[in-house]
């Protein structure tokens, strides 16, 4: 080819590609649209999936179908997503585990946390609850520490897995309190809540939406939440730092994330609707019972969101030293 042909070649090309490109975002959504969750159904992801997901289905007249594909601290379904086709109709609810704490604690990861995808909204974001079983007799963060330091290495944990926001919380309250606890990993939200009703283990340091209406039923304790501030759910609860343990400061968001190279247009598509649906009464109520707050950011500020979230967590996790179990 002559050289002197080339800055026109590359211009058609990049013609054609913003052509096609326009065109289907002209034409999305044509058919059923498939919204991964990356844990198990019944967890906290879950929670906020499926009110999200028919109220976009409602905005886009198309069905917006929920699909639970757990493994690896939520990693597998977020690496299946990243090879996805960029065409929209395969997205993912991501969050603060898989894309800022999993690059930290998984040295080979199937997907890049911020290369791999192109950011739609943040949804929610909000603290953790530590709550602890009926069997434990810890009334304050104070007695569960004075307890953990009377039996070193008896007391355990759940978390919904390795790598997942809870596990680092729990790890973080481990060397903030100066204790030998032990963390028990289990593969989602309903697992580790069964196993803490059923004495399994003697606390978790929870989202709120697993464990806000157990609280509320008087079938867990509530002790502290993580985060600088009071939650508007729980407001008898202290932080952390108010509860004497300083260093816990751990606040969890869910996003929507598409395939890198789907195209603006239909990116722009699904930041409209799922900010929309966030208005939409239905939803709002649904999320309102779980405890977070809502958000709906443009896919830009998202953007510029998930970047700073992965640079400091992945350095939280380097510096206090978390490996998987």
């Given at each position: 080819?002559?050289?002197?042909?080339?800055?026109?070649?590359?211009a058609?090309?990049?013609?054609?590609?913003?052509?096609?490109?326009?065109?289907?975002?002209?034409?999305?959504?044509?058919?059923?649209?498939?919204?991964?969750?990356?844990?198990?159904?019944?967890?906290a992801?879950?929670?906020?999936?499926?009110?999200?997901?028919?109220?976009?289905?409602?905005?886009?007249?198309?069905?917006?179908?929920?699909?639970?594909?757990?493994?690896?601290?939520?990693?597998?379904?977020?690496?299946?997503?990243?090879?996805?086709?960029p065409?929209?109709?395969?997205?993912?609810?991501?969050?603060?585990?898989?894309?800022?704490?999993?690059?930290?604690?998984?040295?080979?990861?199937?997907?890049?946390?911020?290369?791999?995808?192109?950011?739609?909204?943040?949804?929610?974001?909000?603290?953790?609850?530590?709550?602890?079983?009926?069997?434990?007799?810890?009334?304050?963060?104070?007695?569960?520490?004075?307890?953990?330091?009377?039996?070193?290495?008896?007391?355990?944990?759940?978390?919904?897995?390795?790598?997942?926001?809870?596990?680092?919380?729990?790890?973080?309250?481990?060397?903030?309190?100066?204790?030998?606890?032990?963390?028990?990993?289990y593969r989602?939200?309903?697992?580790?809540?069964?196993?803490?009703?059923?004495?399994?283990?003697?606390?978790i340091?929870?989202?709120?939406?697993?464990?806000?209406?157990?609280?509320?039923g008087?079938?867990?304790?509530?002790?502290?939440?993580?985060?600088?501030?009071?939650?508007?759910?729980?407001?008898?609860?202290?932080?952390?730092?108010?509860a004497?343990?300083?260093?816990?400061?751990?606040?969890?968001?869910?996003?929507?994330?598409?395939p890198a190279?789907?195209?603006?247009?239909?990116?722009?598509?699904?930041?409209?609707?799922?900010?929309a649906?966030?208005?939409d009464?239905s939803?709002?109520?649904?999320?309102?019972?779980?405890?977070?707050?809502?958000?709906?950011?443009?896919?830009?500020?998202?953007?510029?969101?998930?970047?700073?979230?992965?640079?400091?967590?992945?350095?939280?996790?380097?510096?206090?030293?978390?490996?998987?179990?």
């Amino acid at each position: 080819m002559n050289h002197r042909h080339l800055p026109r070649v590359l211009a058609a090309i990049c013609a054609f590609l913003l052509t096609a490109g326009t065109a289907a975002a002209q034409t999305f959504p044509s058919r059923t649209i498939t919204l991964v969750v990356p844990f198990p159904a019944g967890g906290a992801l879950d929670a906020v999936a499926r009110p999200m997901a028919e109220g976009m289905r409602k905005i886009l007249g198309q069905p917006v179908i929920v699909e639970n594909v757990p493994g690896a601290g939520g990693t597998v379904g977020t690496g299946n997503v990243a090879k996805a086709a960029p065409d929209g109709y395969t997205i993912l609810l991501g969050s603060v585990a898989t894309h800022a704490i999993a690059a930290g604690v998984y040295p080979k990861l199937t997907y890049d946390p911020i290369a791999s995808f192109a950011p739609i909204t943040q949804l929610t974001r909000g603290p953790l609850v530590l709550a602890v079983a009926p069997q434990v007799a810890a009334k304050t963060v104070a007695e569960l520490i004075a307890a953990a330091k009377a039996s070193p290495g008896k007391i355990n944990y759940a978390s919904t897995g390795n790598g997942t926001a809870l596990h680092v919380a729990g790890e973080l309250f481990k060397s903030a309190a100066g204790i030998d606890v032990q963390h028990i990993p289990y593969r989602g939200g309903g697992q580790a809540m069964t196993a803490l009703m059923a004495g399994e283990v003697s606390y978790i340091i929870g989202n709120t939406q697993l464990v806000k209406p157990l609280i509320s039923g008087a079938k867990l304790r509530g002790l502290a939440v993580t985060g600088e501030q009071r939650l508007a759910a729980l407001p008898d609860l202290p932080t952390f730092a108010q509860a004497g343990t300083a260093g816990v400061d751990v606040v969890t968001w869910f996003g929507l994330f598409a395939p890198a190279g789907t195209a603006p247009g239909i990116v722009q598509q699904l930041n409209a609707a799922a900010v929309a649906a966030l208005k939409d009464e239905s939803v709002q109520k649904s999320l309102a019972t779980l405890g977070d707050e809502s958000v709906g950011s443009s896919a830009a500020d998202f953007t510029g969101f998930v970047r700073a979230e992965h640079q400091r967590w992945v350095q939280i996790i380097r510096s206090a030293g978390i490996k998987i179990d």
